[in-house]
């Protein structure tokens, strides 16, 4: 094997090179300061897209939570509306609320979409 070269013989041979770390030369200079601006670009760009992207992250988690209970409340719409049909009576009530559900997205939010309550008010109904 044959033996190693020193490190100083090493840089000896590159003294004389643009590049050379221990160089004065101003072109070195120049070239080292334009690397180390364009590595701070590199690094800034990089932060700057991942805090967008936690923004867009943390923005669709609140779209997602939303969705999510639009879908809940649009199922407990398809719910009442089908109780009612199954009922298969209807009344001024029912017409009503059936009216508020297909008309007013938030009708669930706000209102009890339980269908028991109206099959009380049926009763009254059928005894006037």
Do not use: C, W
Not at 2 to 8: I, L, V
Not at 59 to 65: A, M, R, W
Not at 89 to 118: K, M, W
């Amino acid at each position: 094997m044959p033996a190693r070269r020193s490190t100083a013989a090493g840089t000896s041979r590159n003294s004389g090179s643009e590049t050379s770390p221990g160089s004065e030369d101003p072109a070195y200079k120049l070239k080292r300061k334009k690397n180390n601006e364009a590595v701070q670009r590199t690094r800034e760009k990089t932060r700057k897209s991942a805090e967008e992207r936690k923004e867009r992250i943390e923005k669709l988690k609140v779209e997602n939570i939303m969705l999510t209970q639009q879908i809940k409340s649009e199922k407990s719409h398809i719910s009442t509306l089908r109780k009612l049909i199954i009922k298969g009576r209807t009344n001024e009530d029912q017409d009503r609320l059936i009216d508020e559900i297909l008309n007013n997205s938030d009708y669930g939010n706000n209102h009890n979409t339980d269908v028991d309550d109206n099959e009380e008010n049926d009763d009254v109904a059928d005894t006037k």
